[in-house]
């Protein structure tokens, strides 16, 4: 066969729901040389990744480790490892991902209700506290940041609601770590998972999980074996803990990633962070509305980190997006399920929530708009969101 050429990507932005951009830093410390996955060198830095996973989800729970795998992968993990076949688990789903837990859940075994809100809403306490009185399940199953719809899932107290019940809390934070608070400790959560490629500014390839004393004590007296060898926790836990046992080879180079990406986290400090995607999400609004934008998810839990917008009334969704690839080398989402054609999905994660991001997507956009045949007026949406910043 003929050897295909060099690799030579085109230079992209990645301002979609993910992956986003991957900071130099942590990009320069992919480069660093491999060592052993059992080297005492490495352990020190699986140590030090670990202690820091545990300060950005705010936790003090041990079993607090990677997955080595992209994020679906923490899901499965929380579910095949907590769910044991008829158990009863009651999923959240308002949105695209939501419907995925309900999937997996049933993969799983488990007796699924479904508690259903319209797509860009939340979940009010009531609707859930009822539900769990009705159904008394195992396991209660949320999106924090549902990347679909860009809302913003409430979950301070709803760990407490669910133990009312002894019912135990999952959350995916796949689009919230790194970008808005994850409280576990605080928040009473069980189980959640995440994804190395969006809040934390590394490429995909990595699952974080975190599970508390109540859901190790779950998956540690199962009556039945984890129906993954590979996902099951009462082993791979054992690599890294203090036993080193072997488990897998560890995906060295997505391991330095990660600890350079929670170096940043801890460095810009978690409170700063926090208040820099708010600040440049607060810029970006009012940049789209001056576009004549309006936002999928409910006023006061749109996501800083997840913008998702509906395609204006006259304008196609695919040709702007094309265009923004194409043309200034923008990479943004289009709508799933329900808004699929109808929404676009504009993530300022991580590494790429930054005012110059912000400012280069509204004046691209406004281009890609005009030559739609939507009327605006020119330079309305960078004027508006440099009066947010200056403000």
């Not at 080297?39 to 030090?48: G, K, S, Y």
């Amino acid at each position: 066969m003929n050897v295909p050429g060099p690799l030579n990507p085109p230079v992209r932005l990645l301002l979609g729901p993910g992956p986003s951009d991957a900071h130099p830093r942590v990009l320069r410390a992919m480069a660093t040389p491999l060592l052993g996955h059992l080297d005492p060198q490495f352990l020190e830095i699986m140590n030090a990744a670990q202690e820091m996973l545990r300060s950005a989800y705010q936790t003090k729970n041990q079993v607090t480790f990677p997955v080595s795998a992209t994020g679906m992968a923490g899901m499965e993990t929380c579910f095949v490892n907590l769910v044991e076949p008829g158990d009863r688990v009651v999923v959240c789903a308002a949105g695209f991902f939501g419907q995925r837990m309900v999937e997996v859940a049933n993969r799983a075994g488990a007796q699924v209700t479904v508690l259903e809100r319209p797509w860009g809403e939340v979940f009010d306490f009531q609707q859930i506290r009822e539900t769990l009185q009705k159904v008394r399940p195992k396991l209660l199953a949320i999106v924090q940041a549902e990347t679909s719809t860009g809302a913003w899932q409430p979950l301070e107290g709803l760990g407490a609601l669910c133990h009312e019940f002894e019912t135990l809390l999952l959350v995916d934070a796949v689009t919230a770590l790194g970008c808005i608070p994850v409280a576990l400790d605080a928040w009473q959560i069980d189980a959640v998972y995440s994804c190395s490629q969006k809040g934390l500014s590394c490429p995909p390839g990595l699952s974080p999980v975190s599970f508390s004393s109540r859901a190790v004590e779950v998956f540690s007296k199962r009556k039945t074996k984890v129906q993954s060898w590979y996902f099951d926790v009462n082993l791979v836990e054992h690599y890294w803990d203090s036993d080193r046992f072997y488990h897998h080879t560890g995906p060295i180079t997505m391991v330095y990633a990660l600890y350079e990406g929670l170096r940043l986290v801890l460095e810009e400090g978690l409170e700063a962070r926090w208040a820099r995607h708010r600040r440049n999400h607060e810029a970006l609004k009012a940049g789209l509305k001056a576009l004549g934008l309006t936002y999928t998810a409910t006023e006061g839990h749109q996501l800083p980190q997840l913008n998702a917008v509906r395609v204006p009334p006259g304008c196609e969704d695919l040709p702007v997006r094309k265009r923004l690839l194409t043309e200034f080398g923008i990479e943004i989402g289009g709508g799933l399920g329900e808004f699929k054609g109808k929404a676009w999905r504009i993530g300022l994660m991580g590494y790429n929530s930054r005012p110059d991001v912000v400012l280069l997507f509204l004046g691209a956009l406004e281009q890609c708009l005009t030559s739609q045949g939507v009327k605006v007026q020119a330079g309305a949406g960078v004027a508006a969101a440099n009066r947010t910043y200056l403000g």
